[in-house]
């Protein structure tokens, strides 16, 4: 179980503890959860699968609104135990897987809704968060490196008719992702909070849904 010097704070209605193991939840995440929860009356039927879900609040605030269940992967195990004591908490409806995102997403696995909210600083800012894990922010060089991993896993488990919303740091990674999708996927929005923090909204793209798997 999660050490026990646990802070708590609200999120979406609901009270999430987190620790100096995970990110601690940030207020603008719930942009994604309020995006998703907007999508949810027109997304076929079925769970919302989360990727990187640290303590788990992204999708659990999203689940809390929708009444769908949730799928929830990080490959950090104390991520795991807070997602899973979270939700337990909430009492609402959750698997949380803990692994690499491709191994712990089976292909035939399928979902209307997939967020994630993967690691995205590049490497030479991580420095600027000192009370940050590095595992949860570094993205690498460009701040791509979690995001490129993330992709191949949403274009195969999202439904052909679903959406998936993916943090990002701002709309200059916006930009530079437009450029990176795998064949299949299409970014068709994206909502700022500022110039640091965006979401964008991917779709399977029907014309190329069979190629390149």
């Known amino acids: 179980m999660p050490a026990p010097a646990c802070s708590t704070l609200r999120f979406g209605g609901l009270d999430i503890a987190y620790d100096h193991r995970v990110l601690e939840p940030r ?36 689940a809390g ?15 795991v135990e807070l997602a899973a004591l979270n939700a337990a908490r909430a009492g609402l409806a959750t698997e949380v897987r803990c692994g690499d995102l491709a191994g712990s997403v089976p292909e035939r696995d399928h979902f209307p809704l997939v967020l994630a909210d993967p690691p995205y600083l590049p ?3 991580v420095a600027d968060h000192p ?3 590095v595992d949860a922010i570094d993205g690498g ?3 791509l490196a979690i995001i490129r991993r993330c992709l191949p ?13 993916l943090q990002v740091h701002g709309e200059a ?4 992702l437009r450029d990176q999708l795998p064949v ?19 779709t399977r793209r029907a014309d190329a849904s069979q190629r390149n798997e």
């Open 27 to 62: 207020p603008w995440t719930l942009l994604q959860s309020e995006w998703a929860s907007e999508l949810s009356p027109g997304a076929p039927e079925g769970p919302i699968l989360e990727l990187c879900c640290g303590a788990g609040h992204i999708g659990l605030a999203t």
């Open 141 to 143: 060089p460009d701040g």
């Open 173 to 176: 990674q916006v930009a530079a």
């Open 131 to 133: 009370d940050d894990p």
């Open 123 to 125: 490497s030479v800012l």
């Open 153 to 165: 896993v949403i274009r195969r488990s999202l439904h052909p008719e679903g959406a998936a919303l």
């Open 184 to 202: 299949g996927l299409e970014l068709v929005g994206s909502r700022a909070h500022d110039a640091h923090r965006a979401v964008v909204l991917l």
């Open 65 to 79: 609104v929708t009444g769908r269940p949730l799928v929830q992967v990080d490959a950090s195990r104390a991520a």
